[in-house]
């Protein structure tokens, strides 16, 4: 798959970072408050860059693993937690209302799904991909080739749904057992066996003691069937999800459009890892917004060398990390342009380094 990536603008960056230098602060002192809008400066082609206007995808999905007991849910809950999403009952839902962002939640895989439009800032749309049946990953294959290149397409045309102009883009899932999916798929992609796998698989919606143990026996038993991969894709394709892969669809979209993207929590990192495998020029698109208390989110984090802007033990998904996440943008913005140079405030510049 081929991601074509607008260059990042090193003179636009450059010129964001000698700005960081002049504003009435010692230098550095603001930490990665400092590194956003150069970050961002790059991508927008501005050395005065913005996070708004920004939006918020959240893409739902059931796994047929989740017969396994690997949740300490029933799969209806997925279902369930579309209508909460609409109602404006979610964690996303309040976040998204707070930061005054558009939520789009998109429908690739639920049972009962629906589509539906509902009041003004949440909308739900159902993707043809919902449809289409997918596999157990313990004993077969998550989703053929057809599958997966339309759970692909459905997170990039969710992209492309969105209204012109969306600089900052917040992506998050929901889906009973994705968080074994996504174990299973960082567990290939990291090259993790045995032992080295059981510690990328966490809690979850909550699990423990038996459970647990189920659900690592479950990752290890799909590694076993599936033995190597010949792209980061495959993985995807053979032991993801619909929403898993429609993450990746929407973040290389997002990247090829010039956003800049947020990337959640350990599923939305996984997929994200899977990009960057694929199309390592994605890289320079992505902030990340916090590290989960999913030990697996950690790993992954590193073979990105991630450095996370919040770490408040969060373990929900579903964009929420994203979007408080946002609000760190907004405010290294406002500083980055609002912010009094040495010069026009008319006070002595010490010249520290």
Request: include cysteine; charge should be neutral; glycine fraction near 10%.
């Amino acid at each position: 798959m081929k991601v074509v990536v607008p260059p990042f603008d090193l003179a636009s960056a450059e010129l964001a970072r000698a700005r960081q230098q002049r504003l009435t602060k010692p230098r550095g002192s603001l930490g990665l408050l400092e590194d956003i809008p150069v970050q961002l400066a790059g991508l927008q082609r501005t050395a005065l860059p913005a996070s708004r206007p920004a939006a918020a995808i959240v893409f739902a999905s059931d796994h047929p693993v989740a017969r396994h007991g690997v949740s300490a849910y029933p799969v209806e809950v997925t279902a369930a937690m579309l209508r909460n999403f609409v109602a404006g009952g979610a964690a996303a839902s309040v976040l998204a209302k707070e930061l005054r962002v558009p939520l789009h939640i998109v429908d690739v895989g639920v049972r009962d799904g629906a589509d539906l439009a509902f009041e003004q800032d949440i909308r739900l749309a159902r993707a043809p991909v919902a449809r289409d049946e997918v596999g157990d990953l313990r004993v077969e294959d998550a989703m053929s080739e057809a599958t997966f290149a339309r759970a692909v397409l459905a997170g990039a045309a969710a992209v492309d749904a969105l209204p012109a102009g969306v600089l900052v883009l917040a992506l998050g899932e929901m889906g009973i057992g994705n968080t074994t999916a996504a174990s299973a798929v960082a567990a290939m992609l990291l090259d993790a066996r045995g032992a080295d796998a059981d510690t990328l698989v966490g809690a979850g919606t909550g699990v423990s003691g038996a459970a647990l143990a189920r659900k690592r026996a479950v990752v290890r038993d799909a590694l076993a069937r599936v033995g190597k991969v010949g792209s980061s894709l495959e993985a995807v394709r053979r032991l993801g999800g619909r929403d898993i892969a429609a993450l990746f669809g929407a973040a290389a979209r997002a990247c090829e459009r010039g956003m800049a993207i947020l990337v959640d929590g350990f599923i939305v990192s996984t997929a994200v890892l899977a990009l960057v495998r694929t199309a390592p020029a994605v890289r320079r698109s992505l902030f990340f917004a916090h590290r989960s208390a999913e030990p697996g989110h950690r790993r992954v984090l590193e073979a990105m060398e991630a450095r996370p802007l919040l770490d408040l033990e969060l373990r929900l998904g579903e964009a929420s990390g994203a979007l408080l996440a946002l609000s760190l943008l907004d405010h290294a913005c406002a500083l980055h342009v609002r912010m009094a140079t040495f010069a026009s405030a008319g006070v002595p510049d010490g010249g520290a380094p």
